[in-house]
T-cell receptor, first 114, second 114 residues
Framework: GAVVSQHPSRVICKSGTSVKIECRSL??????MFWYRQFPKQSLMLMATSNEGSKATYEQGVEKDKFLINHASLTLSTLTVTSAHPEDSSFYICSAIWGRETQYFGPGTRLLVL | GENVEQHPSTLSVQEGDSAVIKCTYS??????FPWYKQELGKRPQLIID?????GEKKDQRIAVTLNKTAKHFSLHITETQPEDSAVYFCAASTAQGGSEKLVFGKGTKLTVNP
């Protein structure tokens, strides 16, 4: 149990385009999911908390208009990077809470903006 | 907000030796402390966790200890094997409206030499 999937695993896009990343909990329902960004050889930095049926909560310094989050169902949260630029290139990972507080992570999406 | 410090940043041991990674946290209200293992390019995987009502927890070769008074917790890996080589992250939870938001340490790169 507690499997989280993410799609796509890798994406390359041109500067100025938008990219959508999906995060799914496959065998459980998750009212809360989290989106992280991880730069090479660095730790996981929380971007936002995604709550089913309500607006996401963004961490300080994260632009909510640039990183759009939609948690439309109990098994799906999406992150859209709008007007992507090279500095947005990173490893984006989602997680979902299973049980009371345990977070299980998706496999990540490697984004490269040219 | 919560701040988690993790040491050392790199650790190299010989196969069969023990490895210890230490973390400190700042928020005395934190009550959940998971440890994740991340191999290169892959998702973080939960290896063990501990809650504040317990001082120690063990799972085969892995153990975690928690000192709430001193606000520090440690990961102990005994009889290390080359496949234990990875980056290990500690984290502490800060409740956020019922959702347990994790704050991560900067990670420890463990290398187990055969």
């Amino acid at each position: 149990g507690a499997v989280v999937s993410q799609h796509p695993s890798r994406v390359i896009c041109k500067s100025g385009t938008s990219v959508k990343i999906e995060c799914r909990s496959l065998d459980f329902q998750a009212t809360t999911m989290f989106w992280y960004r991880q730069f090479p050889k660095q730790s996981l930095m929380l971007m936002a908390t995604s709550n089913e049926g309500s607006k996401a909560t963004y961490e300080q310094g994260v632009e909510k208009d640039k990183f759009l989050i939609n948690h439309a169902s109990l098994t799906l949260s999406t992150l859209t990077v709008t007007s992507a630029h090279p500095e947005d290139s990173s490893f984006y990972i989602c997680s979902a809470i299973w049980g009371r507080e345990t977070q299980y992570f998706g496999p990540g999406t490697r984004l490269l903006v040219l | 907000g919560e701040n988690v410090e993790q040491h050392p940043s790199t650790l190299s041991v010989q196969e069969g030796d023990s490895a210890v990674i230490k973390c400190t946290y700042s928020d005395s209200a934190s009550n959940y402390f998971p440890w994740y293992k991340q191999e290169l390019g892959k998702r973080p995987q939960l290896i063990i966790d501990i809650r504040s009502n317990v001082g120690e927890k063990k799972d085969q070769r892995i153990a975690v200890t928690l000192n709430k008074t001193a606000k520090h917790f440690s990961l102990h890996i005994t009889e290390t094997q080359p496949e234990d080589s990875a980056v290990y992250f500690c984290a502490a939870s800060t409740a956020q409206g019922g959702s347990e938001k994790l704050v991560f340490g900067k990670g420890t790169k463990l290398t187990v030499n055969p």
